[in-house]
């Protein structure tokens, strides 16, 4: 059974740096698409951005774009959002999923939570002065 474990949340200023950390147990990830999703306060859980199973697609959502990027580590079985400029906006926790499905990411529902499977607990971030 795979399971996944998000690290690396935490309090930041605004324009700061954080990067979190998706770590999985149980089954190899390199077969995996890979989402992070992250969840504000009193909204639904949105997509932030996704990379297929060999790392050549990453979709990313427009909020976010030109400031998160995601990678893979196939070696290490992890993925990285890396999140630079960070706006209070962005503060929610943010969860890594996974899916089988090898296209998920180059399509539309990339970004859709019941097109993936598995889902680790989620980690904090919160971006205030």
């Known amino acids: 059974q795979l399971q996944l474990v998000e690290s690396g949340g935490g309090l930041v200023q605004p324009g700061g740096s954080l990067r979190l950390s998706c770590e999985a147990s149980?089954?190899?990830?390199?077969?995996?698409?890979i989402g992070w999703f992250r969840q504000a306060p009193g909204k639904e859980r949105e997509g932030v951005l996704c990379i297929s199973s060999d790392g050549a697609i990453t979709r990313t959502t427009d909020s976010v774009k030109g400031r998160f990027t995601i990678s893979r580590d196939g070696a290490k079985n992890m993925v990285y959002l890396q999140m630079d400029s960070l706006k209070p906006e962005d503060t929610g926790v943010y969860y890594c999923a996974t899916d089988l499905a090898v296209t998920l990411c180059f399509g539309s529902e990339w970004n859709v939570t019941s097109e993936y499977d598995y889902w680790g607990q989620g980690t904090q971030v919160t971006v205030s002065s």
């Open positions: 149980g089954s190899t990830l390199n077969y995996y698409t």
